[in-house]
């Protein structure tokens, strides 16, 4: 009989070898390969699994020739020993690494839909109570308090109502939305269903981005089957969900730019208020959640909003996806109740900076997030502690920086990416960041000032103030926090005249 | 084009998707046809250069055989990226956006893959490479003719 052996399709997976593996084997009647998502080790990767006795047993970072080993039983870790995987605690993320992404059946022996269930037994009110309840915060940016949302939706006036998944998660270092989409899809589905039912909703969309072409068939194939199931329907009504791709701008993550772009015109951001909870999509009430906060959303109806608000800290409640990634030893997805440390973070589950690197700087948030020296590791990783360092944890992505990055390049690296993405409504952040890379790449040159230096930091004031939305709000927060932690660095790039005052 | 443009309609016309059902048919989107598209749709030929020129992925003009991208985000950026990069750039001889002379390749930049936990992340067509190093450039080259 056939060894049954399971191996991820997750993109990263593949890319790492997993691909490879599946095409290598492609023709052994000897085995039984099923694809699965990734369990997020991604230093493990490509990793295969087979059943033992106690749950999976795994192989890691495996290549084709390794194959006899792993038919004989030989050398395989239980994946419940494995110390990544072991620390974490993981409900968003429970189901990778085990099924089939789309294995409908699978989803439902394992929970799954419950949560819908749960969402329609209950009054729309009384979806929306327990969601207060359970204190989730939007897992995007702004971090909102998602029932309040929801509320103004539900009471809104409209012709239509609308629920929109933004999956344009454009923030560099951050994979859990594609992870999702790829892993564990009717996660989100059942997420807009529970939204939609408590708001009123008649029509739902993904809107997501062009780079993340297997998270977009994957999902495409889910709502197929999801309407083959006949899920996608609403106290009767059809709830068609479509999933549409963006074109490879950032702004576009941004809420109502999503909404414009949706619309097929420019993405670019419209002023607030009306927020989209009272008009948003064609000028209807419309709910925008990320991925992350919709798949959030069906453990909280189906183990209550009071079990949500147990995990966590005051302010922050629930878990929250960390995605380690630059220089770390061990990258992936690590999903833990809020309130870890940095540092805890960083070692505990990143293992230490990789091989033959030393640690200069971590950045958390993508290309807006601020960074911090070794000096700034023991802060929690929660909204409030963040906010008050002035920080944002965005979409949870961590990237770690070595001895060898030029502070200088990369501040320079963070406003060419703001001139280049700004969608040049608002005058300080079109021509501020057109100027502020200018600056850095005078100083990189060679032939900057002092009153460089201070332009810059006017510069970043302006844009913090009197920009329209967080792109330019927040561009200045990486490159002045360079400056504020490396200041060495800049100076000595300073021309010569200037390095002493 | 009439056949793409009456497939994607829908109420009201959606200038983006029509676009990039085009690009899809025909690898890139000319602006001479920008005043047939609007009329089509029932927009101005103003809304639709507008779309047109505001999404890095909409091409105007067409690109090589194969296009190249290589990621730029702080995950790559971290591990190299730049390094990637300038292999390619000398390989190739080519720049960021250009096309090697012959049409074979196109280089490009892009922003974050979401394949950061393995990176450096470069895409060729639609075939995703991580942990790419330098001294792997030419291997992988070699696929693409
Ligand atoms: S801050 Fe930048 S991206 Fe945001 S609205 Fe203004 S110009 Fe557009
Ligand atoms: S930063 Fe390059 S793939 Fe995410």
Redesign the pocket.
């Known amino acids: 009989m056939a060894t049954r052996l399971y191996l991820s399709n997750d993109t990263s997976a593949r890319a790492a070898g997993a691909a490879a593996l599946a095409e290598a084997w492609a023709d052994r009647s000897d085995i039984q390969l099923i694809r699965t998502s990734s369990r997020g080790a991604f230093f493990l990767e490509p990793m295969v699994e087979r059943d033992g006795a106690d749950g999976r047993i795994a192989w890691f970072n495996v290549s084709p020739q390794d194959l006899p080993a792993i038919l004989s039983g030989k050398g395989g870790t239980p994946v419940q020993t494995i110390p990544f995987l072991a620390r974490q605690t993981r409900w968003t993320f429970a189901n990778f690494g085990e099924t089939e992404p789309l294995a409908l059946d699978e989803y439902q022996a394992r929970g799954g839909l419950s949560g819908l269930e749960a969402a329609f037994r209950l009054t729309p009110d009384a979806i929306i109570e327990e969601l207060r309840v359970s204190q989730l915060r939007g897992r995007g940016g702004a971090a909102f308090p998602v029932w309040n949302k929801w509320k103004v939706a539900q009471q809104a006036k409209g012709e239509r109502k609308y629920v929109v998944a933004n999956a344009d998660e454009g923030d560099?270092?951050?994979?859990c939305d594609r992870m999702i989409l790829e892993g564990d899809p009717f996660r989100l589905l059942e997420g807009m269903l529970i939204c939609a039912r408590a708001i009123g909703a008649g029509r739902g969309y993904v809107y997501c981005r062009q780079e993340y072409p297997a998270a977009a068939a994957t999902l495409r194939a889910a709502i197929h089957k999801a309407d083959e199931a006949e899920l996608l329907e609403l106290d009767g009504e059809p709830f068609p969900i479509e999933v549409v791709e963006g074109a490879g701008s950032y702004v576009c993550g941004e809420e109502t730019a999503l909404l414009e772009s949706l619309e097929g015109k420019r993405g670019v951001v419209r002023a607030r208020p009306p927020y989209p909870a009272q008009s948003g999509l064609y000028g209807c009430p419309t709910i925008v959640s990320n991925v992350l906060t919709f798949a959030t959303i069906p453990h909280i109806l189906s183990r209550g909003g009071a079990w949500h608000a147990s995990l966590g800290t005051e302010q922050s409640r629930g878990t929250i996806a960390l995605q380690l990634?630059g220089r770390v030893k061990h990258p992936g997805l690590v999903e833990v109740p809020f309130g870890l440390s940095l540092r805890q973070v960083l070692e505990e589950f990143g293992g230490g900076m990789a091989p033959g690197s030393r640690f200069k700087a971590v950045q958390v948030g993508g290309p807006l997030g601020s960074l911090f020296p070794a000096t700034g590791l023991d802060l929690p990783i929660c909204y409030d502690a963040f906010a008050k360092a002035g920080a944002v944890l965005g979409h949870g992505g961590i990237?770690v920086y070595d001895h060898e990055t030029d502070m200088v390049d990369l501040a320079r690296h963070f406003m060419a990416f703001t001139a280049d993405e700004s969608c040049g409504k608002c005058t300080p952040c079109r021509i501020g960041s057109v100027r502020g890379r200018e600056i850095l790449e005078r100083i990189q040159a060679g032939s900057g000032t002092m009153d460089d230096l201070r332009l810059l930091d006017d510069l970043g004031e302006t844009m913090k103030l009197a920009s329209l939305c967080a792109l330019g709000g927040r561009a200045p927060y990486p490159v002045l926090t360079a400056i504020e932690h490396f200041p060495a660095e800049f100076r000595n790039k300073l021309s010569a005249v200037h390095r002493q005052s | 084009m009439k056949q793409i443009l009456n497939q994607v309609r829908s109420e009201p016309a959606n200038i983006l998707k029509s676009l990039l059902a085009l690009q899809e048919q025909f690898g890139h989107v000319p602006g001479q046809t920008v005043p047939v598209i609007a009329k089509m749709l029932g927009v101005t030929t103003a809304e639709v250069a507008g779309v047109l020129s505001y999404y890095p992925d909409l091409r105007t003009s067409a690109p090589g055989r194969h296009v190249i991208r290589v990621?730029?985000?702080?995950?790559?950026?971290a591990n190299g990226?730049g390094r990637v990069l300038r292999e390619l750039q000398e390989r190739l001889r080519a720049d960021v956006h250009e096309t090697t002379p012959g049409g074979r390749f196109t280089l490009d930049t892009m922003?974050?893959?979401?394949?950061?936990a393995v990176?450096?992340?470069v895409i060729i067509d639609r075939d995703l490479y991580g942990r790419v190093l330098p001294s792997q450039v030419d291997r992988i080259l070699e696929k693409y003719t």
């Open positions: 560099a270092g951050t994979y990634g990237v | 990621c730029m985000g702080e995950s790559c950026y990226c922003s974050c893959a979401g394949n950061c990176s450096p992340t």
